[in-house]
């Protein structure tokens, strides 16, 4: 256990350590004190930048056994999700940068292939692993230059179809691979579903000849609670035939439970299918989420994600005072509506915390359902309560709800249902970078037939979007809103049902009209503040509603001034291409009005802090004015350029 006394004790081994080759050259008594190094190393290093520490702690002799034992990056190991992968990046020569570690031109917080050749494949998000890591076995034996695959997968990944999906496929197909699945009992909320309880119990068996005496040697030596789960398992497992278990009847040689904070066990063992093996094997070893620190241990959330802290103590760096978070704001305004209305029910995807659905459990628990990491299966459950009468929100990441777009096809648009979306991390999410961006939503939403697609400029009007979604019965609909504090606006007792597809003119002018749809106004009325000063009478209109389009207000727009600007925190193709197909369509383009669309590039945005973010994708105050000012400019001829003097402003 790293307690304060010895957070900054020496690290001799570690020091020894430039590349996992280094690994080989140490016994495995100084592998096992190499780990201790690794895990005040890792404390040390998240506690300057903040991140994903709990999940790195649980697996840090896994890391250490994994690399020692095969040749990385010949041999690929591919970390599923991979914000455990600190560790990992510690010992694959990337000691020297931790610090930059989701900062700015720094590390990325996931594997990342154009970061290091022991990152041969990227993740971020759930339960890909497997899948990456069968295309490299089936590579190999179709004549690459691939070693052995390892993939290291979560209990909790395992509760996404893709997984089950890829296990079945790598059975079928028996290539040579391992995977590990790390069972820590906990990924960012304790896990849910018939598997987890299925995994407590599972009991180690013989898998082949060869694994007999090692696994009973490290069952045995289990800690006292893995020992009663496998005692518990043995009971479970007596319906099975042969003792066989889930994993074996997929095709994948199972072997386990070890425990996963034991080195010389792991090395064993390791060893032992390296040599042996001539199939999919799966090596479940039990850990625990925030090992070896006391303040991750104890944490209701095992530190999943910090900010800075002092490593000491493990006290966290007190945020400044700010605005309540819009995931708050959404949370507090669906209670509310639940209490008008038992219909309404919530769904989350294996985040009730990030989502606020934790504080409609709190309020409802019989109302709200986390159905794990199962993106797909939540809309579609959705879909069958709203068929049902059942008034249900589906509060899903922008990011994550990619997972299940045919399901919201399929079987909400298509039929025309009243799922109501709320959709999370919308826009640039700064640290957790383009894996985590909420970018496309707009476009595959309003490009649906009967869907209704709102955002928010503010957590007020997020207030009036969630009774708004609340009492729409007409088809499906959905609201976006930005990771983070809301904007500091008075907040109303409740909020009020929005007319649909109407927006509303915040600041009125005469030459040039900014649109914004979503959290954007804030900047826009910045820029439009810096545009008066220039003599250039602007208005700043909030859309409200991508679709259906506020046409009224538009034309109004279009008829009033000679410039408008669509402002958007989305890939292009969303909002500003619904507004240019509506304007064309009335032949509004032809010639009057000098029309630009201001959208997040086509490209995908480096992690850092989220104001970087978007000066980086152009979509701030000073993109705004500098759009307007080009858009007028163009309309005007060359004496505008020289009399506004464009670079002054920038």
């Known amino acids: 256990m790293v307690t304060g006394t010895d957070i900054n004790a020496p690290t001799p081994l570690l020091d020894r350590v430039s590349s996992p080759d280094d690994l080989k050259r140490l016994s495995d008594g100084e592998l096992t004190a190499l780990a201790r190094e690794l895990r005040r190393e890792t404390i040390n290093s998240v506690a300057r930048t903040g991140g994903h520490l709990g999940s790195s702690l649980g697996v840090v002799e896994l890391t250490v056994a994994i690399h020692a034992v095969f040749d990385t990056p010949h041999d690929k190991l591919i970390w599923d999700v991979s914000h455990q992968c600190y560790p990992h990046k510690i010992l694959t020569g990337r000691r020297d940068r931790m610090h930059t570690l989701r900062q700015e031109g720094g590390l990325s917080g996931f594997t990342k292939r154009s ?5 041969p494949f990227g993740a971020a998000h759930s339960s890909t692993s497997i899948s990456a890591g069968l295309g490299f076995a089936t590579a190999r034996d179709l004549g690459a230059d691939v070693g052995d695959v390892i993939c290291v997968v979560g209990d909790g990944a395992m509760s996404a179809g893709m997984a089950y999906e890829a296990m079945n496929n790598a059975g079928a197909a028996g290539k040579r691979m391992i995977v590990i699945l790390n069972d820590n009992d906990m990924s960012i909320a304790p896990p849910v579903g018939a598997l987890s309880t299925y995994l407590t119990g599972l009991c180690a068996r013989r898998p082949v000849k060869d694994f007999k005496a090692l696994v009973k040697q490290a069952a045995s030596q289990l800690p006292a609670p893995f020992r009663e789960g496998a005692e518990r398992a043995r009971h479970l497992a007596k319906g099975l035939m042969s003792g066989y278990t889930m994993f074996d009847h997929l095709g994948l040689c199972y072997v386990g439970p070890v425990d996963g904070h034991d080195v010389k066990d792991l090395l064993r063992i390791l060893r032992t299918l390296r ?6 094997v799966l090596l479940h070893a039990v850990t625990k989420k925030g090992a070896g620190y006391r303040p991750a241990e104890t944490a209701r959330d095992k530190y999943h994600g910090v900010s800075k802290f002092d490593p000491a103590t493990g006290k966290q760096a007190a945020s400044k005072p700010a605005p309540p978070s819009f995931t708050k704001v959404f949370g507090t305004s669906l209670v509310a509506e639940a209490a008008r209305d038992e219909r309404i029910v919530a769904i989350t995807a294996a985040m009730p915390g990030g989502t606020g659905i934790d504080l409609f459990s709190k309020a409802y628990p019989e109302r709200a359902f986390d159905v794990g990491i199962a993106e797909q299966h939540a809309v579609t459950f959705a879909a069958g309560l709203a068929a049902s009468g059942m008034r249900p929100f589906c509060a899903i990441y922008s990011t994550f709800l990619q997972r299940g777009y045919d399901q919201i096809v399929h079987d909400v648009a298509l039929q025309g249902l009243p799922v109501r979306f709320a959709i999370d991390r919308a826009g640039l999410v700064g640290a957790d970078g383009p894996t985590h961006a909420g970018a496309f939503d707009i476009g595959y939403l309003v490009n649906l037939p009967g869907f209704t697609v709102m955002a928010p400029a503010d957590e007020a009007e997020l207030m009036d979007m969630v009774a708004t979604a609340a009492r729409h019965d007409e088809g499906p609909i959905a609201f976006r809103y930005p990771r983070g504090s809301g904007t500091g606006v008075s907040l109303p007792k409740t909020g009020l049902p929005l007319a649909i597809g109407k927006g ?15 959290a954007r106004l804030e ?14 009478s602007t208005t700043v209109a909030d859309a409200r509603f991508a679709k259906p389009l506020d046409l009224d207000l538009i034309r109004d727009l279009v008829a009033e001034h000679d410039v408008l600007v669509t402002i958007e925190e989305g890939a292009g193709g969303g909002f500003g291409a619904m507004v240019l197909q509506a304007l064309a369509e009335e032949g509004a383009l032809d010639g009057r009005i000098a029309v630009r669309s201001m959208t997040l590039p086509d490209d995908f945005i480096a992690h850092a802090s989220p104001e970087a973010m978007y000066e980086a994708a152009g979509l701030n105050a000073r993109h705004i004015v500098c759009k307007a000012l080009d858009a007028v400019a163009r309309a005007s001829g060359p004496e505008f350029t020289r009399d506004h003097r464009l670079i002054s402003i920038l």
């Open 523 to 536: 900047q826009c009325l910045i820029a439009a503040k810096r545009l008066d000063q220039r003599g250039l």
């Open 115 to 119: 970061e290091s050749a022991y990152d």
């Open 504 to 518: 509303r003119i915040v600041k009125e002018g005469r030459t040039v009209a900014l649109l914004s749809f979503g």
């Open 275 to 280: 040599d042996n093996a001539d199939g999919p």
